[in-house]
C-alpha cells in the first residue's frame, strides 16, 4: 500500500528575475513524498511546480487538489487517466514521485548516456531582462562558460534598445559562433509584431518564442506564415488538454517550433502526445524547464536525455536559487551534467515540517 505526504517549499532568486510579466523574487512548490507500507524507508519525491499567473493549475483549491491526492495515492489509474488533466503540474510532481520510488529513492530514473557516461545535453544560456548593461553583462558571463546558444528575454525595455544590444552582440559574434533565442512571452501586438521580427531578423535570430499573446490563432497563423523569424509556441499550449485541441492548434497556425514545460502540460506523457503531432506535422521543437527545483529539473533532464534531440534544450535553471535541493546536475562548457560523484542532499526538504522520515512511517 502507499502513503503520501506532501510539503510547500518556497525558492528564493539569489537575484529578481526579470520578465514582460514582471520581477521575480520567489517561486513556489510543492513536494509529493511517496513510499510503499513494505519498504517504507525507500521513498519517492516528486515535485509540483507551478508559476504564478501563468500555469493553468495556478487555482485557490492547488493545494486541496495536492493533499486530494495524497489522500487517495492508491487510485494512481485514476490520477493518471482523467483524475489531473486540469492540473498538469501535479500530474507531473506524480509522474516524478512514482519514477523515483520505482529507481529506489535514487533520483536515477531514465538509463541513458546522461547517467551513465556523463554525456551533457547541449542547453541555451538565459539572458533575463533589465537595463542594458546588465543585460549585456549576462550575455559576457555566458560566453566565458562556454555557451554558444543564448536566449534573451525581451519586451520589458525600449524595443530599440533591445535592437541595439543585439546589433552588438552580431557585431562581436557572428552567427556562426552564438545561436541567439529571444522571447517576448507575449509583448507584442498583433498589429506591430510582423514589422518587429522583421527587424529582429536582420540579426540573424534563430527564432522568438511567443510573440504575441495565446488565443489568438487567426493572427498567430498569419504572423507564423508571413514571418522572417522563426516563430517557437511556448505559452500557447497551456490549457489545451485534448489530443483534438492540440491537432487544431498545429493544422491552424502552422509554427516552425514548439517548446515543452511538462510541468506546464502533463508531464511525460501530455510532452509525449506533442512530439508524436510535432513529427506528424513536420514540426521541430525542444524542452525547457518551469523553473522547477533540482528536483523536477533532474527528472525533466533525464527523460529530455532519451528523446535524442540535437537542438539546446532550456534547461539551464539550476542555479537560480540561493536555496536549491543539492544535486549531482552540473552546468558546464554550454551544457547540462550528471556528475554522478555528487550526491543530492534532502535535508531542506527533510527539516522542519519532516524532521526525520520517522515523520513518514
Known sequence: MLKAHWKKYTLQFKQPSGTSRGVLKTKDSWFLFLYDTIHPSIIGVGECGLLKGLSIDDRPDYENKVQEVCERINETDYWLTDGLIEFPSIYFGLEIALKDLAAKGSKQLFPSSFLEKTQPIPINGLIWMGEKSFMFDQIKKKLQEGFDCIKLKIGAIDFQEELALLKYIRQQFSAKDMEIRVDANGAFSPETALEKLKQLSAFQLHSIEQPIKPKQWEDLAS?????????????????????????????????????????????????????????????????????????????????????????????????????NISSPLVVKEGGLYYQSDLSWDLDSLLSRDFPSLDKFI
Request: net charge negative; with cysteine.
Open 223 to 323: 504572423l507564423c506564415e508571413q514571418t522572417p523569424l522563426d516563430i517557437a509556441l511556448d505559452e500557447e499550449l497551456i490549457g489545451i488538454f485534448h489530443k483534438a485541441e492540440k491537432e487544431a492548434l498545429l493544422t491552424a497556425v502552422r509554427p516552425q517550433y514548439l517548446i515543452f514545460k511538462p510541468s506546464f502540460i502533463g508531464g511525460y506523457k501530455g510532452t509525449q502526445e506533442w512530439i508524436s503531432l510535432c513529427e506528424q506535422h513536420e514540426i521541430d521543437w525542444w524542452i525547457t524547464s518551469a523553473l522547477e527545483s533540482n528536483i523536477g529539473l533532474n527528472a525533466i533532464a533525464q527523460w529530455t536525455a532519451t528523446l535524442n534531440n540535437p537542438l539546446p534544450q532550456g534547461l539551464g535553471t539550476g542555479q537560480l536559487y540561493t536555496n
